[in-house]
């Protein structure tokens, strides 16, 4: 749990947002299109990987990464262009009990952001399909900056961009190689496993 900063609570709060607010897998879809989910984990594994998608969360079109990998993999490029084509069937939905605390944050007059790896070309869409998207005094998204966590200039980007200081500032993120991030460059921050966990840890806070 992280201290409060020397002055008394945050005064701030920075959501990611897939993981903690919005449901997002690449299983949701693939279950979809597997048999087998030893074959899907291999495919995630091996072809259609994290390491890949992290491009996308650059600003990376898809047009530029999925015909080197189709090529490379040829009997499965259907499943390999169905991440980009088919990208909307990997979000769940939101993760209402996050949703539910985000309101109560700005009822309580807390100022609320968001720093989201995601696509430039994804973004904008979720947008309109999900209101509370809309609720943050500020979002920074990857696809946009040319810039993704936990490189440390994109929280530095964030703390500038709002005149947040990051002492004061608390972040939440499902990874936590991106919540070590954070903390190096001096935030506060929680490790997100559950939105009953999370509302412990901000009540901790001071901050419900």
Request: charged share 25%.
């Amino acid at each position: 749990m992280p201290a409060p900063a020397a002055n008394g609570r945050p005064r701030a709060v920075v959501f990611d947002l897939g993981g903690v607010l919005l449901d997002w897998n690449p299983r949701h879809l693939y279950r979809k299109l597997f048999d087998d989910d030893a074959e899907m984990e291999r495919f995630l594994r091996e072809v259609c990987t994290l390491d890949w998608h992290r491009a996308h969360d650059l600003g990376v079109p898809p047009e530029e990464t999925s015909p080197p990998l189709a090529a490379a993999h040829p009997e499965q490029a259907e499943l390999i262009w169905a991440w980009t084509q088919r990208t909307e069937e990997m979000v769940a939905g939101p993760i209402e009990g996050t949703v539910e605390i985000l309101r109560e944050l700005r009822h309580a007059g807390v100022p609320c952001y968001a720093l989201t790896n995601m696509e430039s070309w994804t973004y904008p869409g979720r947008r309109e399909r999900y209101p509370f998207l809309t609720w943050f005094d500020g979002t920074v998204v990857s696809g946009f900056e040319g810039l993704a966590k936990p490189d440390p200039r994109v929280f530095e980007l964030l703390l500038g961009r709002f005149g947040l200081t990051a002492a004061d500032t608390l972040f939440i993120d499902d990874s936590a190689t991106n919540v070590e991030a954070a903390r190096a460059v001096g935030m506060q921050a929680i490790e997100f496993e559950s939105p009953a966990a999370l509302r412990h840890s901000l009540k901790r806070a001071g901050l419900l």
